[in-house]
């Protein structure tokens, strides 16, 4: 198997994770039968891949009911990341997306009184870019953002015009427009802003949300109008909302399933 440049993965580790993933996310027992079947493994390799972590401690087999649960050898790897500051675990997947897609990526924390603040962002080298400083200040309706914003809050139309009117643009969108932009983030998790909160920026964002549905972190591709296409524009919209199921996988402990619920 290989990605896009020609890197070849070993598809024993993929499965070994895939299983892991499963049963991080089922929080119960399982036996091998069960996990071959949801991972789409025949029941040899399964049962080789569960005897291997089992062995490393990384799982822990019930020998009385023949069930497989994550084991306390996991903690040795994740030991190093417990009371890390959220910001510098998403560094390297935004870094490694705005080096890829040859974007600025802008990361978000959203307050609790409906600001967004700058805390970091990440260029790729040798690109026109924008300079935006850090701990620069935004109402949380503003932009791509806000449309998501709006949308995983599920508001409705009228408390949506009353975040919308919070909002200085360059170019305004309409409310009509932007309210459409809402009602398709909440089945896509994505946004965009074309030119409108400042002139000659386009702007992809995605939100990601912690265990209890607020949303807490925003990220966004901001870059000059003309430097990408609509295709690569629907790439970093890819590469962004990957980012953001896993960042409300691993760092606010939501359930898988409500982060993918979330962007169908």
Not at 152 to 169: F, I, N, P, S
Request: with cysteine; net charge neutral; hydrophobic share 45%.
């Amino acid at each position: 198997m290989s990605d896009d440049h020609g890197h070849k993965f070993v598809p024993a580790v993929q499965n070994a994770t895939r299983i892991m993933r499963l049963l991080a996310a089922q929080g119960e027992p399982l036996g091998a039968t069960q996990i071959a079947r949801e991972t789409g493994l025949n029941v040899s390799s399964a049962f080789n891949i569960l005897r291997t972590l089992s062995h490393e401690g990384i799982l822990s087999f019930n020998s009385e009911a023949k069930t497989y649960r994550i084991g306390m050898g996991l903690l040795e790897f994740a030991a190093p990341l417990l009371g890390a500051n959220p910001a510098d675990l998403l560094r390297p997947t935004l870094a490694a997306i705005a080096h890829e897609h040859r974007v600025t990526i802008a990361l978000w924390h959203i307050t609790g009184n409906e600001r967004i603040v700058l805390i970091d962002r990440f260029t790729a080298p040798n690109i026109v870019q924008v300079v935006i400083a850090r701990n620069s200040r935004l109402p949380v309706f503003a932009g791509a953002i806000g449309r998501c914003y709006a949308a995983m809050l599920g508001l409705d139309e009228a408390a949506t015009r009353t975040g919308y009117d919070t909002v200085r643009w360059q170019r305004e969108p309409g409310f009509d427009s932007y309210w459409q932009d809402v009602i398709t983030a909440r089945q896509t998790g994505v946004a965009r802003d074309r030119e409108q909160l400042f002139r000659g920026l386009q702007i992809v964002a995605t939100l990601a949300r912690d265990a209890a549905d607020i949303p807490r972190i925003g990220m966004s591709s901001i870059t000059i109008a003309g430097q990408h296409d609509e295709n690569s524009l629907e790439k970093v919209a890819d590469a962004l909302t990957g980012a953001a199921d896993q960042i409300e996988r691993c760092v606010f402990g939501r359930n898988v399933a409500d982060s993918t619920q979330k962007r169908k």
